[in-house]
């Protein structure tokens, strides 16, 4: 016998323990202020992208911090849980299911699926919730707008296209080069 997910009550009554409810059916399901998301599995370019992207970020980040890839969930409250595409935390701040603290860097890889979740909805939050740095990564220009937390908002820290270098000081030295990560 098969026993189906019981959906919630509305759409905003989400919380982080209805999660353990849904399906592991291959689809991405987050929580943005108990609005559930749900999300197709990503496209080979999106994951060839992330595994690149994942690679830079860990060589240049610091022993105090630590780099991960999706699905990771960050809950920073009852009604969110989010998962970027990578996510670099403190190391002290790791939790045993989940991250709960502020990210220090967070990135997003868009696929049309999840263009305005990341551009809009998820750049909101992240900022709300006090994530230091956003970095939003489109693979079909290529290109990667990094964007740092300034008074409680984001603020542009830099951009660049094809084979562009982008460097960043914050949230620690890294250079990123856009046409480098489509490697497919």
């Known amino acids: 016998m098969t026993v189906m997910a019981v959906m919630p009550r509305a759409s905003y009554d989400w919380t982080v323990d209805d ?3 849904l399906p ?7 929580l943005l202020d108990g609005m559930l998301l749900v999300t197709p ?9 992330l595994g690149e992207l994942y690679k830079t970020i860990d060589r240049s980040c610091p022993s105090h911090l630590k780099t991960f890839v999706a699905p990771l ?20 701040d790791i939790g045993q299911r989940n991250i709960t603290e ?10 049309p699926s999840t ?6 909805l998820k750049f909101s939050k992240y900022a709300d919730a006090g994530v230091t740095s956003y970095w939003i990564v489109d693979p079909t220009a290529p290109s990667v707008d990094a964007y740092q937390l300034v008074g409680g908002k ?20 890294i250079t990123v080069v856009p046409a480098e990560l489509v490697d497919l």
């Open 19 to 21: 999660l353990h409810q």
């Open 24 to 30: 592991d059916d291959g689809l991405q399901y987050e």
């Open 41 to 49: 599995a990503p496209i080979p370019l999106h994951q060839g992208v």
């Open 73 to 92: 969930d960050w809950q920073p409250d009852h009604r969110t849980s989010l998962q970027p595409d990578v996510l670099v935390v403190a190391r002290a």
């Open 102 to 111: 502020p990210l220090v860097l967070a990135v997003e890889v868009l696929s």
């Open 115 to 120: 263009r305005r979740k990341d551009r809009v």
């Open 154 to 173: 984001y603020v542009d820290a830099g951009h660049a296209t094809g084979s562009e270098p982008l460097t960043v000081r914050e949230p620690f030295p």
